[in-house]
């Protein structure tokens, strides 16, 4: 499946091609080529591709406006709201598709620094997503040998000692490494001296163990240490509290005086739950942002089921679409903000934040705008007018 399918007239194909090879660097799969395998059928092989790509590009030239294939693919696209028209050539467009908004490509080189690519490709990413980085060609470095830990100098010199042992038990001769024959003793004749020959061993293997326990006992008791010791403290104030005939007096200078139940102090629970709600819909609203796809759906399903009829949350969401604000939203960004002030109650809504609305639809308008954000534009501008009436003062 491809990301983008490029739809264009056969005499425009060496700019397909460009518009084609210009996309891929910037990391997405691009269905341009015709050419149909052997024994495969035309309009089949087409029409999949067509039906599996996740947006299609439509080059709009005096030559595609007059394709019946073009203009086909072109309202397949329209349909499941998946069009992205690019204008090669000022031409006038069929009338079914004069009211989308098409990226101005009429003067463009192939240069990726070109206002009108750079825009088709910011229109892209809100649409599929950020591509998938790609690497540029370096080998990867083969990993580093493993290095083996130093062995502690008391356990070297024990190592050492019983290599002289071994060597004066031979006579001082070293002997040549042959493979010895496999020597059945019987059980009453067992080698003697197993401690001198196997000692390393036994020594190494006793350090491993006494190092593995330490480093556990002290894990456990870091770990366990100061949350006993605040629970045992806790305890001892509670039965000091318990046994004592009334509240407990503070001592003089002490920091930890309890302040009377009317000091009004300690803030009430409903605060700090509003507190607490005001706090997630920031963050909710920072995450619309997100270039990650997965998390920006959750924050919009979040949104929608618990802020809907919040007054607050209208009006912070508004205050994205701010003039200083809104340059900072991604096309998704755009698209998910008007989503979710689309769906909420009319309840959430008053006069002040209706106006707010109307002069964030003049913000709006400013900035390219992809499909999708068009549709949404539209349904956000309905619901501003509809507000505007029900909330006008009489």
């Known amino acids: 499946m491809s990301d983008i399918f490029l739809s264009y007239a ?3 194909r060496q700019t397909a091609k460009a518009l084609a090879a210009a996309l891929e660097q910037h990391g997405w799969t691009v269905w341009w080529d015709r050419r149909i395998p052997t024994g495969k059928d035309y309009g089949e092989v087409i029409e999949a591709q067509l039906a599996a790509a996740r947006c299609v590009i439509v080059l709009w030239t005096s030559n595609s406006v007059a394709s019946e294939w073009v203009k086909t693919e ?6 499941r709201h998946l069009l992205v028209p690019v204008f090669i050539e000022q031409v006038k467009l069929p ?6 908004q098409a990226a101005d490509l009429t003067d463009w080189k192939g240069e990726t620094t070109h206002a009108g690519f750079s825009t088709l ?7 599929l997503g950020a591509p998938p980085a790609r690497p540029e060609g370096r080998t990867p470095l083969p990993p580093p040998p493993p290095v083996e830990a130093p062995l502690p100098a008391w356990l070297e010199k024990a190592g050492a000692d019983a290599q002289e042992e071994e060597e004066e038990e031979d006579g001082g001769l070293q002997k040549a490494p042959t493979v010895a ?15 001198p020959r196997y000692r390393l061993h036994i020594l190494a293997g006793a350090a491993a163990a006494a190092v593995g326990l330490t480093a556990i006992i002290i894990a456990f008791t870091s770990s366990r240490g100061p949350s006993v010791a605040n629970a045992n403290n806790a305890d001892n104030r509670n039965v000091a509290a318990s046994n004592s005939p009334g509240p407990p007096t503070p001592r003089p200078g002490s920091s930890n005086q309890t302040p009377p139940a009317n000091g009004g102090r300690n803030p009430p629970a409903n605060i700090v739950l509003n507190l607490d709600r005001s706090k997630r819909l920031g963050l909710l609203l920072r995450q619309l942002n997100s270039p990650d796809e997965k998390e920006r759906l959750r924050t919009t399903g979040a949104l929608k089921t618990e802020y809907h009829s919040d007054p607050q949350a209208v009006e912070q969401a508004l205050a994205l679409l701010d003039e200083s604000k809104i340059d900072e939203l991604s096309p998704q960004g755009l698209i998910n903000v008007l989503f979710f002030l689309n769906n909420t109650t009319d309840d959430a809504w008053t ?11 003049g913000n709006i308008a400013k900035k390219p705008l992809g499909p999708q954000a068009s549709e949404a534009l539209g349904k956000f501008k309905d619901r501003t007018a509809a507000l505007k009436r029900a909330k006008a003062q009489p």
């Not at 490709?121 to 649409?127: N, Q, Y």
């Not at 006069?351 to 639809?361: D, G, N, P, R, V």
């Open 181 to 195: 024959p496999t020597v059945i003793e019987p059980a009453d004749e067992r080698p003697k001296g197993v401690w």
């Open 351 to 361: 006069a002040e934040s209706a106006q707010k609305a109307e002069s964030a639809l």
């Open 95 to 100: 009338l079914e598709f004069r009211r989308i």
């Open 121 to 127: 490709v910011g229109d892209l990413t809100g649409i």
């Open 10 to 12: 056969s005499r425009d």
């Open 74 to 79: 072109a309202a397949d696209a329209k349909d």
